[in-house]
């Protein structure tokens, strides 16, 4: 009986590898240019993190997480999210003393127990950018404006960015004895999970997906109406610079995020194009996570893109494979082992090179190239050899060129571009 893999945690074949690349890669060089710098942290943390992080009557800490003690009877969890971890390190590794602001960056992946389905899995990937000791308004719009390139430059059009601001300790409370009233009154339309968590965390019931739970909660309060002056100025800031930029947005109201440490500003890039699993991007500030953690008081804000969902929108523009630069087809064993020592050579200086290993005819070495989509072929065989000169086919052009043996090496890589 052969063994699979775990219902819920995918491979990541080749074929479907280049575009997760091309989706990281982009990342990297846009933060980079933003300012951020990357940083890794463990997989596994202790459960006490998350607990205190992200609320224990949240989903994920009820009901999510991939929790375990170890040997020496410590609880531990695989992280389901990559905020915490990142405040963690900051916190331990002081890295406030090194600036006092701090632009981190993070790949990786995630997890939580749930029902696998489109878009959604128990082992998932988060690209995710978080900004510490800043609170300008101004930072948000920055963040903001940065996720809005990213989507640009990977060519991901059908998104929309909203925006919410969910107050902070001074106006929230207000607002969550007004919202829990109105829950109150609306109990026996709500599914068993919102009658349960309306008094723990009451704001997540504005984010249920059930239709009955939607249609009861279509008048409940808004948060922006209950908001301090700081908050609302804040949030009037925030546009203001949106609008500066040239970022569009929109104002969703009833957006709330699953995780207790938001406050202010709240942000989602929504999709139409994934059915239920819409937000493909989230994130907003969390001013008192890193006091929450150990740490000074300082502020922050950040959000986290799923990368499976980033790739089944860009699917439709399938990101092709790296294509050889050079396939050498070779005939006979003296010129199969000149063929294996130079493509070293240039494989020795990055230069993408295949040849075949069987001993296959002309004919089946050129359909294996063509398969392979080698931008050039150079032929070898005896007589080759003995000419001390071999053809260069460009695949692309149609073109051939009579190219001497000795010196090859160099010739080719001045010829093409390293990449």
């Excluded at 063509?370 to 086919?393: F, N, Q, Y």
């Amino acid at each position: 009986m052969s063994i699979t893999g775990i219902k819920g945690m995918n491979d990541i074949l080749p074929g479907d590898v280049e575009t997760w690349q091309f989706l990281e890669n982009h990342a990297r060089r846009i933060f980079r240019a933003y300012g951020f710098a990357e940083i890794r942290v463990p997989v596994v943390e202790k459960t006490e993190l998350f607990c205190r992080s992200i609320g224990e009557t949240t989903d994920i800490v009820e009901k999510e997480m991939y929790t375990f003690d170890d040997k020496s009877g410590h609880s531990l969890t695989l992280r389901p999210e990559g905020t915490a971890p990142v405040i963690r390190s900051f916190i331990e590794n002081k890295l406030y003393a090194r600036d006092s602001v701090a632009k981190l960056y993070y790949l990786g992946p995630m997890f939580r127990y749930e029902r696998p389905q489109k878009g959604r899995y128990r082992q998932f990937h988060q690209i995710g950018a978080e900004i510490l000791g800043v609170e300008d308004p101004k930072i948000d719009a920055q963040l903001l404006a940065m996720l809005s390139h990213y989507f640009e430059a990977v060519e991901i059009g059908d998104v929309e960015l909203q925006i919410n601001s969910l107050g902070c300790p001074e106006c929230r409370p207000g607002y969550r004895k007004a919202l829990t009233a109105f829950l109150e009154e609306r109990l026996p339309a709500l599914c068993d999970d919102c009658r349960r968590r309306y008094l723990t965390n009451p704001l997540r019931v504005l984010d249920c997906k059930v239709p009955g739970c939607r249609e009861a909660t279509a008048g409940a309060p808004a948060m922006l109406d209950h908001l301090c002056e700081g908050c609302d100025s804040h949030f009037a800031r925030v546009q203001g610079f949106l609008r500066d930029l040239g970022t569009p947005f929109v104002v969703n109201p009833r957006m709330v995020r699953g995780l207790d440490y938001y406050s202010k500003t709240t942000f989602e890039m929504v999709t139409n194009s994934l059915g239920s699993q819409n937000a493909v991007a989230a994130g907003g500030r969390y001013d008192g996570l890193v006091e929450d953690l150990g740490g000074p008081a300082l502020p922050g804000i950040g959000f986290a893109m799923g990368v499976e969902r980033l790739v089944l929108m860009k699917n439709s523009q399938q990101v092709e494979p790296p294509r050889p630069e050079l396939f050498i087809a070779a005939l006979g064993e003296a010129a199969a082992n000149h063929a294996f020592r130079l493509m070293t050579s240039l494989q020795r200086r990055c230069i993408h090179c295949e040849m075949d290993y069987e001993g296959k005819s002309l004919k089946s070495q050129l359909r294996r190239a063509d398969k392979l989509r080698a931008r050039h072929v150079l032929i070898l065989g005896e007589s080759e050899l003995t000419a001390g000169t071999a053809p260069l086919r460009d695949m692309d052009g149609g073109t051939q060129d009579l190219l001497p043996l000795a010196g090859i090496e160099e010739l080719l890589a001045e010829r093409w571009t390293v990449g």
